[in-house]
């Protein structure tokens, strides 16, 4: 395991070179939690909750935090959650941590947190997440292209450790070096199959607007860049976080109500960013027992 996270290897989404292996924090953990010996393999014992993890040490924006979800308990609902802490996790007891990370540790307001989708907590699923110079949180799943928008709100002037929350459905998660993984832009998971049909003419139907009207203001903040594609609709005026608000309140585009099922990236070189809608999971989701 600790091959897997040489020093030599470290790297990020930015292309900057960082200076020390991530693991996961040594002692502080959920009361649940226990560890390999390099602290790149953390378990949960049982019940579905007190999973909490944390990074060894401070990450970077735009540094990828990559998890393999190496074991699951099919007994209950609702699995890994992941995100940002501006909060030293070395100061806590941890005997004092909260058993969820949402909306638990959220609400201590030190903490941004979210629930990935079902469909991307599946065993052997392997799930890149960082955080951008905005406090946006994106994730991409098994390599793939799509950068899909999480949460915003992270306080990216602060230190930043990685939270993740092994929860529910999510049992074992193991600390990846993303340097050492392939890419994945040509072959398509079988995670992303199941949504083939969708995802292909959402790529066919976004591509020639690819140029639209993004580069302007977004039309709700108007201070930030309109970077992203509202789909079915393929109205492109507001940026990732306005976006974001909109999907988990009305979750209809401002400009025709149409109904957001997803929405696209599209930054200034044409480059894509799948963001499916998360309004579905902002909610802290409970165990079937
Ligand atoms: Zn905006
Ligand atoms: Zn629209």
Known sequence: MGACLSPADDSDVSGRRTSAPLFFHPYVKGSQIVMDESHSIASRVATFCNGLVFSNRPVEPYEKVTLKISKEDGKWHGGLRVGF????????????????????????????????????????????????????????????????????????????????????????????????????????SPLLLAHDDQIESNRHDSHSLLEGPTGDECAVCFGHKANTMMLPCSH??????????????????????????KILHVSGSAEREGMEDQSDNAKDIQPLR
């Not at 947190?113 to 799943?141: H, K, M, R």
């Open 85 to 188: 802490t501006w909060e030293d996790p070395s100061l806590w007891e941890p005997r004092e941590l909260p058993p969820f990370a949402c909306p638990n540790l959220v609400n201590q307001g030190k903490t941004r947190a979210c629930v990935l989708p079902d469909e991307y907590c599946e065993e052997g699923t392997i799930v890149s997440y960082w955080v951008d110079n905005q406090g946006c949180v994106f994730c991409s799943i098994n390599g793939e292209p799509e950068d899909i928008l999480l949460l915003d709100g992270v306080l990216v002037t602060s230190p930043l450790w990685a939270v993740m929350d092994i929860y529910g459905r999510t049992k074992e998660v193991q600390l990846l070096d993303p340097s050492n993984l392939p890419t994945n832009n040509n072959v398509h």
């Open 236 to 261: 492109a005026n507001f940026c990732a976080c306005c976006s974001l608000k909109i999907l988990k309140t009305s979750g209809c585009c401002p400009l025709c109500r149409t109904k957001v099922k």
